[in-house]
């Protein structure tokens, strides 16, 4: 584990997101006019090198679109995703393509992301082949190191990634995404399918992992308490725009917004409950 | 004493597949539930919890297969009855609610058409006494008017709404028992509360015994009267509520309320690292001796790996299975 690198004057933001937009066309009805549904509205964040922001929200409040936006799996309507000093919201081809060894993306349900014929090592590999990185044995020197690093036992490399558990398949998808170095990792809902034991096993990793390679983290999650532990800023969203930003200690000491406060009724409740059993007398 | 409703006794389940060595996922196992009480199954995903609900209502997938042990539902060996004797009794005094309620209600059925099938079922009801009752039954779970929701596809639904109509179902006749897999696991965090709240509502209007079954403690805070928890296809502790969180006597029982830690946000530096169980529960195919937990155990001893530890009654309405207690 290294230390942080000292940082001289404020450094320029890894990812500066300016007024993102996104709709998504819904048909009427056979051979009828499409209607168009602001998924996303004019949405603005920065993540800082080794950084973690998190964008928190209900189910349907936009914040995978944002994700898959600033992965580039989606085009937005307007603004700009500044990566570097790049604006990447217009590439395309294969700009795009080269571009996506910076910033590598993680899913929810890990299995459904990979090719369920492929081993292990074929799951890690695989963004490595397409961007032709690397010699064939250089490649598996790296596999090996990302699957130590990860947690993996080396003696499953040629384990079907589908006889995996679900921690070890969130495992392997961390492995495939770090294959091909990148600065910036979006993370949608990534922990969300895991049990609280692999939750907590996983959320160290990446700390670390945070910490070794400084990697920026996009957090998407429906889960406040959670992110508060991870991350450094927080965005609460709500019906596409972003309702509440700001550190992440200072949104969970005071949150303004209704939907903040929602959000954080699970935790607030559990300590009630939790401070009320330890109080019980016997 | 109160009668039991459901005596659970030496009950052993097992999958088998073709070219692998059976699982045992549920390893002799004793459990018994008093009428209108909460319990709480705590464990980790693969530690027998899904199985033991499943072979409670012997719903089990094809493949699995009860090695010992009996079901006493009311007086009488669930796993003596015929299939039609068992009909009776699922939906109607015990029933399920699954993790997923996209996957168990009908995709093409209006929900309130598969609610009034229930009824229909088991209740001997008119058509009349099924659309008053199906009314009553949807407004008392907060479909207020119900008439809209009643008409609607499943995919029309909310997945807290379709969670609400799961339950319906599965409240429909009133029963006894009910038993909820990961109610609310797949729900988000203002939505995990509303159900958790109607399930505890439930409860104190009907007196239902419900068996909850989560992987996450911080549900059973001031949810469940009582919790058993589980690793590794048995039953490692039993206790109350309360009891569980103060002074977890099992070191996985102590470990698993050390994960709701993530709950305390505030008090807790950020990027502190979290507490964890380090590796992979086992696998179930093979049981050499000694404690299932040792390999990850942090309080582990000699004896540990050599001995199956017994289950000691260290208090009352304690159990434990741990050398830690064994005098």
Redesign the interface.
């Given at each position: 584990m290294t230390a942080n690198p000292g940082v001289a004057g404020p450094p320029a933001p890894r990812l500066r997101v300016c007024g993102l937009s996104k709709n998504y066309a819904r048909r009427t009805g056979i051979g009828r006019k499409s209607l168009s549904i602001a998924a996303v509205h004019d949405v603005s964040f920065e993540i800082q090198t080794g950084k973690t922001f998190a964008l928190v929200g209900?189910?349907?409040s936009g914040k995978s679109t944002v994700a898959r936006c600033v992965a580039r799996l989606e085009s937005p309507d307007a603004g700009q995703i500044f990566f570097g000093g790049t604006d990447i919201a217009p590439l395309g081809g294969r700009d795009l393509r080269s571009f996506r060894t910076e910033i590598q993306m993680i899913f929810q349900d890990a299995v459904t992301s990979m090719n369920p014929r492929f081993s292990a090592e074929q799951v890690i590999e695989e963004p490595m082949l397409i961007q032709g990185l690397l010699s064939k044995n250089d490649r598996r020197n790296r596999i090996m190191d990302l699957m130590r690093e990860v947690g993996l036992p080396l003696e499953r490399i040629d384990g079907l990634a589908t006889n995996f558990?679900?921690?070890?398949q969130q495992r392997l998808a961390i492995a495939r995404a770090l294959s091909v170095r990148p600065k910036l990792l979006v993370l949608d809902e990534a922990l969300s399918a895991l049990?609280?034991?692999?939750?907590?096993?996983i959320?160290?990793l990446l700390?670390d992992l945070q910490q070794v390679y400084s990697l920026g983290y996009l957090f998407i999650s429906?889960?406040?308490?959670?992110v508060?532990?991870?991350?450094?800023e927080v965005a609460v969203i709500s019906a596409g725009q972003i309702v509440e930003q700001g550190l992440?200690?200072q949104v969970?000491?005071n949150p303004t917004h209704p939907q903040t406060v929602?959000?954080?009724?699970?935790?607030r409740?559990?300590?009630?409950?939790?401070s009320?059993?330890?109080g019980?007398a016997e | 004493m109160v009668e039991e409703l459901l005596k659970i006794r030496d009950l052993s389940v097992a999958y088998s597949s073709m070219g692998s060595p059976p699982l045992r996922a549920v390893d002799h196992i004793s459990l018994a539930l008093n009428p209108g009480e909460v319990i709480g199954v705590l464990g980790e995903s693969g530690s027998g919890k899904s199985t033991l609900a499943l072979s409670i209502l012997r719903l089990l997938a094809a493949g699995g297969r009860y090695e010992s042990g009996e079901v006493v539902f009311r007086g009488r060996n669930l796993l003596a009855l015929s299939e039609s004797e068992l009909r009776e009794v699922r939906g109607k005094e015990m029933s399920m609610i699954s993790q997923d309620p996209a996957l168990s209600l009908n995709p093409v059925m209006r929900v309130g058409a598969q609610i009034a099938e229930v009824l229909r079922a088991h209740m001997g009801l008119s058509q009349r006494g099924v659309n008053a009752r199906l009314e009553e039954l949807l407004r008392s779970v907060g479909f207020d008017p119900p008439s809209q929701i009643a008409t609607a596809y499943p995919h029309q639904l909310s997945g807290g709404q379709r969670q609400r109509i799961a339950i319906t179902q599965a409240i429909a006749c009133n029963p006894a028992l009910v038993i909820a897999d990961e109610p609310t696991s797949k729900l988000d965090a203002g939505l995990q509360s509303e159900i958790l709240a109607l399930l505890t509502e439930i409860r104190r209007r009907h007196g239902t015994t419900l068996v909850v079954i989560s992987h996450d403690p911080t549900i059973f805070a001031g949810f469940a009267d009582r919790m058993i928890v589980m690793y590794a296809g048995r039953i490692v502790e039993e206790g109350k509520t309360r009891d569980i969180f103060r002074a977890p006597m099992h070191p996985y029982t102590r470990a698993l309320v050390q994960l709701s830690q993530r709950y305390f946000v505030g008090n807790v530096a950020s990027r502190a690292r979290f507490p964890i169980i380090s590796g992979e529960p086992p696998g179930l195919s093979r049981h050499d001796a000694g404690c299932r937990f040792e390999p990850r155990c942090p309080d582990r001893m000699p004896v540990c790996a050599a001995t199956d530890p017994q289950e000691v009654i260290a208090e009352p309405h304690r159990r434990v299975s741990c050398f830690k207690y064994d005098s």
């Open positions: 209900r189910s349907g558990s679900g921690g070890q049990d609280l034991s692999s939750e907590a096993q959320v160290n700390l429906h889960d406040l308490s959670l508060a532990r991870l991350a450094d992440t200690a969970i000491a929602e959000l954080l009724a699970p935790a409740s559990f300590q009630r409950s939790y009320e059993m330890l019980a | -």
